[in-house]
């Protein structure tokens, strides 16, 4: 069955010092892959998505992600944290299963300290 | 750049009663969703609906829920007679040929 694990429920970071959250999925054929990023009470803003190509994606905010099939492995990284990137931040797949569904890791909260 | 949206932004209802969100897809879009997302929880899948019947739904989708285009613009979630587990953020998403789905802002459901 399709799944995206996120190890970590939260992470915390010095503003300024780098960032890496951790996601694996389980899907049978080549992924759709997508960071997400919701801050309390909002709604879902696309970071950056995989479809194929080249495994690093650049994303909106800095933000950066690398596919590796051999872990099926989609971490999302960010070279310097903001203060304003304290949220929640959700890994997804998007899965062919008759048809076409995004299945959500649990999700990690940042927390960022000055 | 174009958006879904979704009407209310927010309801409140009393638990039993029937409750009716609306969304507007985009519009040269085919591929309607619901997901659903419990207070400090993860986004789940309900339904998905092309072709102007559902295509998947998931076991929350139970028959209490249904959907449906009335007018070839809004998709819309009725939930017949609403119980307290029902609160939570209800997003709508819509989807052309790309594979990638675009989420509109949510409503947040209140059962009281």
Redesign the interface.
């Known amino acids: 069955a399709q799944s995206v694990t996120q190890p970590d429920i939260h992470i915390t970071v010095s503003e300024g010092a780098s960032l890496e959250l951790r996601c694996n999925y389980s899907y049978g054929a080549t992924p759709y892959l997508f960071w997400y990023v919701q801050s309390p009470g909002q709604g879902l803003q696309l970071l950056l998505k995989y479809f194929s190509g080249d495994t690093l994606v650049q994303g909106i905010k800095g933000f950066e992600a690398e596919f590796k099939r051999s872990q099926s492995s989609f971490n999302l990284r960010k070279p310097s944290v903001h203060w304003s990137d304290a949220a929640e931040y959700f890994c997804a797949v998007g899965a062919n299963t008759g048809g076409f569904k995004t299945i959500f890791g649990a999700g990690t909260r940042l927390f960022v300290k000055a | 750049e174009p958006e879904v949206t979704q009407t209310p932004s927010h309801q409140v209802t009393q638990m039993g009663q029937e409750v009716i969100l609306r969304c507007v897809p985009i519009s040269n879009h085919l ?1 309607f ?1 619901w ?1 659903r997302q419990i207070l400090g ?5 309900l339904v ?1 609906f ?1 072709n102007n019947e559902i ?2 739904k998931s076991e929350i989708f139970d028959d209490q829920f249904s959907v449906e285009r009335p007018d070839g613009s809004n998709f819309t979630l009725k939930i017949r007679s609403t119980k307290l587990e029902d609160s939570a953020m209800y ?1 709508c ?1 819509s ?1 052309g040929t790309s ?3 675009v ?4 409503t ?1 459901l209140t059962v009281l």
């Open positions: 591929y969703y997901y929880q993860k986004v789940e899948f998905s092309y295509s998947e997003f998403a989807m594979g990638n789905p989420f509109g802002p949510g947040r």
